[in-house]
Structures are given as structure tokens and as C-alpha cells.
């Protein structure tokens, strides 16, 4: 399985972009989907997340700013970001989980916010 992530880059604060993933998995209708993020020095954290059942999960530190969507007609899953602050750069990863939760990565994409 494989996922590629785009819509990355640079933008001022305030600003929006959105991150696009796209895969071929057979299981992707039935799979949980998230956005990851990781900043230089720190460890991988959870942004977003959606399951198979529909809940969401956000992050409090991007609640109300980041929204996630999935297109399970075109297997891709979709990171809203509005409102950018620059404590939001680092490389973004989208991630699916398969029911017998096995989980796969994209290769990131960039996100740089300057102030």
C-alpha cells in the first residue's frame, strides 16, 4: 500500500493550506485515516484522525482551525489547515490503518509557516 501526500509549503501566519493524500488500498473505505505531523527535534504527533465509523479526533493544539475529511469514492483522505501559526511547521504524514490494524505511511510533505 501506498500514500502520497501534496500541498505542502510555505505561508504566512494566518494563512491556509490543504494537505491532500491519496492511495490505492483496497481496504480504504473500511480503514482509520490520520495526519501526523513532526517538527525537527520532535517526536511524531497525532493530528487528526477519522475511523472506518466515522468518529474524528483533533488535536486541542489545532482544534478549530484543522479539519479532516476522507473521499472514499477517490481513496483520499484531506487536512484543512486554516489560521497557521508558525508552531505548526514540520512534515506532515498521512497514515491508514487497516482493520487488522496494520499501518502505512506516506512520505510527507513539508509545512512551513512563517511569522
Known amino acids: 500500500v501506498q500514500l502520497q501526500a501534496s500541498g505542502g509549503g510555505l505561508v504566512q501566519a494566518g494563512g491556509s493550506l490543504r494537505l491532500s493524500c491519496a492511495t490505492s488500498?483496497?481496504?480504504?473505505?473500511?480503514?482509520?485515516l490520520a495526519w501526523y505531523r513532526q517538527a525537527p527535534g520532535e517526536q511524531r504527533e497525532l493530528v487528526a484522525n477519522?475511523?472506518?465509523?466515522?468518529?474524528?479526533y483533533t488535536a486541542d493544539s489545532v482544534k478549530g482551525r484543522f479539519t479532516i475529511s476522507r473521499d472514499n469514492a477517490k481513496k483520499m483522505v484531506f487536512l484543512q489547515m486554516n489560521r497557521l501559526k508558525p508552531e505548526d511547521s514540520g512534515v506532515y504524514y498521512c497514515n491508514l490503518r487497516t482493520p487488522t490494524h496494520l499501518d502505512y505511511w506516506g512520505k510527507g510533505t513539508q509545512v512551513t509557516v512563517s511569522s
Open positions: 477519522n475511523t472506518e465509523e466515522g468518529n474524528y
Open positions: 488500498a483496497i481496504s480504504f473505505s473500511i480503514s482509520d
